[in-house]
């Protein structure tokens, strides 16, 4: 089946440094990914939309600037949260379009996400 | 807009016995469905979806869910429970331009006792 990797799967830093989470599909290429946000016991919320070798495109509310996001690849997308605060601790999923084939264009396959906690 | 409800925060049942997990879902035009499950600390699985096929819906592990325009529900059922079942379960609507934004449902705990 389709594989979404990350990494790293926990990360405690302090308040005000910089954290980078990576997310791969292992085994097919990923032209779109996305990344969600998921508080203790409440629903994904998509923070944006990531399209390889473009601009990611950010829901309403969530900063651009404190949240950022590089497609380089079709394998590869990385969040970068930046001047980390306690308030930015979460569980960060992320996941990965198929470009065509039998992986789909239509299906999103989910990384097993990135819980993130700043002291 | 597009939305979805998930009418039970949780649900229990007996292994053995039949799994219903209902959802309600609101939109503007014909929509696409997913439900998708998390085991604690582990990634969204894809259960099934609706694309505008056949309205009834067979999944992996047992799981089905139908799909009923008059009456905008998606309920998800399974005849019998595993105790492996036990996990959180979304209902998943398809958001409004752009094919794969999708909007999630609050979830379903759904728990599996002997």
């Known amino acids: 089946g389709a594989v979404v990797s990350q990494h790293p799967s926990w990360v405690i830093c302090k308040s005000g440094t910089s954290v980078k989470i990576e997310c791969r599909s292992l085994?097919?290429?990923?032209?779109?990914m996305f990344w969600y946000r998921q508080f203790p016991k409440q629903s994904l919320m998509l923070m944006a939309t990531s399209n390889e070798g473009s601009k990611a495109t950010y829901e309403q509310g969530v900063e651009k600037d404190k949240f950022l996001i590089n497609h380089a690849s079709l394998t590869l997308s990385t969040l970068t949260v930046t001047s980390a605060h306690p308030e930015d601790s979460s569980f960060y999923i992320c996941?990965?379009?198929?470009?065509?084939?039998?992986?789909?264009?239509?299906?999103?396959?989910f990384g097993p996400g990135t819980r993130l906690t700043v002291l | 807009a597009q939305s979805v409800t998930q009418l039970d925060s949780h649900v229990s049942v007996s292994e053995g016995t039949p799994v219903l997990l209902r959802c309600n879902y609101s939109?503007?035009?014909?929509?696409?469905l997913f439900w998708y499950v998390q085991h604690p600390n582990k990634g969204l699985q894809l259960l099934l979806k609706y694309t505008s096929a056949a309205t009834l819906v067979k999944g992996i592990n047992g799981f089905e869910a139908e799909f009923k325009k008059s009456e905008t529900s998606f309920h998800l059922t399974k005849p019998s429970a595993h105790m492996s079942d036990a996990a959180e379960y979304f209902c998943?609507?398809?958001?409004?331009?752009?094919?794969?934004?999708?909007?999630f449902g609050a979830g379903t705990r759904l728990a599996v006792h002997p």
């Open positions: 085994d097919f290429q990923a032209t779109t």
């Open positions: 998943v609507v398809s958001r409004k331009g752009g094919y794969n934004k999708l909007i």
């Open positions: 939109s503007s035009y014909s929509p696409s």
């Open positions: 996941s990965a379009r198929g470009t065509s084939g039998r992986k789909g264009t239509d299906t999103q396959y």
